[in-house]
């Protein structure tokens, strides 16, 4: 292979190399991009609805920032999508310098063997090269070099065919990015646009809920202590199932203590009438008071003209050391615990469709300089939207908390999911339920929204249950 192909074949492995690299980039960006799109497609359905009724101007408002938020995203991500495309333009407009300079040397490599082809062209010059050999051995090396001469020019002749295909394909390829650069460009001054309509709706929107500061603050406080009782409750409820679940440990050890000891006093009943009682100490009695080592621990008859046979007494019954919760668990459900954990950033939202009006956290409120905590995610969802278990479970409890609707607790070894303001239930407390299965409906606030609360709790390795972030779980 002569230099030349050489240099040829490494400049296309290193561009096909680069080229899966950014093409990989390019599709995650293109799948982001619609991921995004869909999320303000599903906002704008939100928003919709919530314009139907007068009341929830409060909704609009959130659905608004939401979009506008996504929107943001939005055009980051094109931006991200432009500069892959002009690296891209970038690396083939080299490639293609490149291949034209490569080709421009195989031409004249291929004139210059084609020149001496034509002054050699003769046959008699060809038969005179073959019989001026000294010996037959070097005829057929003179014959083989002559078909050498000829493979390496259709070689060459090749060579500038492929080249030529080579910039052909890069041309193609190269008016093609930049074809989608301008439809990039495009998009991302309709979102702009839309981002500066959308921002006047806001503004708009905001104006007219400045007369309510006062019911708002109202709702502001009621919502906080809705969100607080929630949080104790929910606290006290899985600090209950961690209690059962040790005391249900202990009871099974319990009994597994006991049935030990029965077998061992039938054990020594057996052997009493042979002189032979089994000891609990470990060792074995002799008559000298001596220790052996033998297998079992065994009691030999005393040579005392006592006629009682010597019992050994029945185990003791030690205290049972209290289990933490991950080892009170049952393999089954450490391996649900497990499965759980091991899907964390996949696990379906707890709705369809809808989006997050309030993060994990601390939340500055959307109209006013207040800041909101929150154990949880609300999801902003349409009227009546089924509401799914995320992941396989046990229903362990059904409740009611004023403000907050009725709530649902699912049980997934390690971790519990809740889910709040239920207008209605259609699970049972200790049903199972598997993964996207629906366990009631979203009803609306007092304000009118349909925010349906969402919650992941996860017990520690020192029994403390403690809020994770939803958002770090569910799928985006």
């Not at 039938?266 to 033998?294: L, M, Y």
């Amino acid at each position: 292979m002569t230099s030349c192909m050489r240099f040829l074949v490494l400049a296309l492995l290193c561009f096909f190399s680069f080229s899966a690299i950014a093409q990989t980039n390019r599709t995650e960006l293109e799948k982001r991009r619609e991921s995004i799109l869909q999320a303000i497609r599903e906002t704008q359905e939100q928003l919709e609805l919530t314009r139907k009724d007068k009341n929830a101007t409060l909704a609009e408002l959130r659905a608004l920032q939401s979009k506008l938020a996504e929107r943001q995203k939005l055009i980051g991500n094109i931006n991200q999508e432009i500069a892959a495309i002009n690296q891209n333009i970038q690396y083939s407009a080299k490639e293609i310098e490149e291949l034209r300079r490569n080709l421009d040397m195989l031409k004249v490599r291929y004139a210059q063997s084609i020149r001496y082809a034509y002054k050699n062209r003769a046959s008699y010059n060809m038969i005179a090269f073959l019989f001026s050999a000294n010996d037959f051995n070097e005829a057929i090396r003179r014959l083989k070099y002559l078909k050498k001469y000829r493979d390496y020019r259709k070689e060459q002749a090749e060579q500038i065919r492929v080249t030529h295909k080579k910039i052909e394909h890069k041309i193609n390829v190269l008016n093609s990015e930049k074809t989608q650069k301008d439809i990039l460009r495009l998009a991302e001054e309709q979102q702009k646009q839309a981002v500066l309509k959308e921002a006047n709706e806001t503004d708009k929107i905001v104006q007219e809920l400045k007369g309510r500061e006062r019911e708002l603050a109202n709702a502001i406080a009621k919502n906080q202590k809705s969100l607080r009782q929630l949080e104790r409750t929910i606290q006290n409820l899985i600090q209950r199932e961690i209690e059962l679940a040790r005391k249900k440990a202990e009871e099974e050890e319990r009994r597994r203590k006991e049935e030990e000891n029965r077998r061992m006093m039938a054990a020594n009943a057996n052997r009493g009438a042979t002189g032979i009682s089994v000891t609990n100490s470990g060792t074995a009695n002799t008559p000298g008071g001596g220790a052996a080592t033998t297998t079992p621990t065994i009691n030999r008859p005393s040579t005392s003209t006592s006629a009682t046979t010597p019992v050994s007494k029945p185990i003791a019954s030690a205290s049972v050391e209290r289990p933490s919760y991950s080892l009170s668990l049952t393999p089954e459900v450490t391996a649900l615990s497990n499965n759980f954990e091991s899907n964390k950033g996949k696990l379906p939202w707890p709705v369809e469709k809808g989006f997050i009006a309030e993060r994990f956290g601390v939340n500055k409120h959307p109209l006013y300089n207040v800041k909101i905590e929150n154990s949880g995610i609300e999801i902003q969802t349409a009227p009546g939207a089924a509401v799914r278990a995320v992941f396989n479970g046990t229903v362990k409890n059904i409740f009611y908390v004023p403000g907050m609707g009725q709530c649902v607790l699912i049980d997934h070894g390690r971790f519990f999911t809740v889910y709040s303001r239920l207008a209605n239930v259609s699970v049972s407390k200790g049903q199972t339920v598997s993964m996207k299965q629906t366990i009631g409906t979203v009803g609306p606030n007092d304000s009118g929204e349909y925010l349906m609360h969402f919650e992941l709790w996860r017990v520690g390795a020192n029994d403390k249950s403690s809020a994770q972030n939803p958002e770090h779980w569910i799928a985006r």
